[in-house]
């Protein structure tokens, strides 16, 4: 894997195995194909490439030991092994020539870092806020105006931050105002909440429920519940009669604590920020 990583760096370029017999690269998808569908079984993920990844695309990747890129695509497919991959026995055959760039870890997206989680080798990130985020990133690591962002997309930030990143929020808010998250407290039967925290000043328990987009609350799911509730729904969509034991996080005392902490919040939402902030000031010029 480390080789593989390597060679693709060293080379600016992602790909795939699925090689061919033919001691010259193949000059076309069709002569590929014809060759290959006599060695090989499924070939989906060459014609998913072929298909889908086109000059300008931008692509995620991660390196053996979790090192993340973003990279800029330079060319379509194309089926190419160097004397250099022979040599080395690298397996990398359909490949597409891109430009990367290092990503620190905390500054890569939830719906990113989610992708990797599945067997794909690869696939869509079917996240409007993620790919404008990716556009303003990638045009902050090159230094260029590459990508225009879609405002509509990248004008509020409970819109831009996904589901994990809105509930690290609010994890850090309540941490900020004295309460204490009690480590790995979300279990399968728990999945009402969030998590499980504590006031160490009082001995007072408190769970947490977090939604975004047009996912609402339902508050009396929590009536039964001892402990204190706090609720927070990005666009604060709440159903269900008040309990007295719920307790309302405003979108205002968030984006009031995201202006105290900016200097301290993980990477993401630190750039995340900064994108709403470029395209408001765009708007206001």
């Not at 194909?33 to 991660?62: F, M, Q």
């Not at 609402?216 to 969509?237: A, G, P, R, W």
Request: proline share 3%; hydrophobic share 35%.
């Amino acid at each position: 894997m480390k080789e593989t990583f390597d060679y693709c760096l060293e080379n600016q370029i992602l790909g795939v195995g699925w090689q061919v017999n033919s001691t010259n690269n193949p000059d076309s998808w069709e002569e590929y194909l014809r060759e290959a569908e006599e060695i090989h079984g499924n070939l989906n993920v060459c014609k998913y490439i072929k298909k889908w990844v086109s000059e300008g695309d931008l692509v995620w990747t991660r390196s053996d030991k979790g090192k993340y890129f973003l990279a800029k695509v330079q060319s379509g497919w194309e089926y190419w092994i160097s004397e250099s991959a022979v040599k080395r026995d690298i397996d990398l055959a359909n490949i597409f020539r891109v430009k990367l760039f290092p990503v620190e870890s905390d500054a890569v997206p939830g719906k990113v870092v989610a992708c990797f989680r599945a067997p794909r080798t690869i696939q869509e990130i079917a996240s409007k806020p993620a790919i404008e985020y990716s556009k303003y990133l990638w045009n902050t690591l090159s230094k260029t105006n590459d990508y225009e962002i879609d405002q509509g997309h990248a004008s509020d930030i409970f819109e831009m931050l996904d589901d994990e990143e809105t509930e690290d929020l609010v994890f850090m808010y309540l941490q900020y105002m004295g309460w204490v998250l009690i480590p790995n407290s979300r279990k399968k039967d728990t999945m009402n909440y969030e998590f499980l925290a504590v006031n160490p000043k009082t001995g007072e328990r408190a769970v947490s429920q977090v939604k975004t987009g047009n996912s609402e609350i339902n508050i009396e799911n929590f009536s039964s519940y001892k402990e204190k509730v706090f609720l927070f729904q990005s666009n604060e969509l709440y159903a269900g009669i008040k309990s007295e034991n719920a307790v309302f996080l405003s979108r205002k005392e968030i984006l009031e604590f995201i202006g105290q902490a900016k200097d301290w919040l993980p990477s993401t939402i630190q750039n995340k920020i900064n994108l709403v902030k470029l395209i408001s000031s765009t708007n206001s010029a």
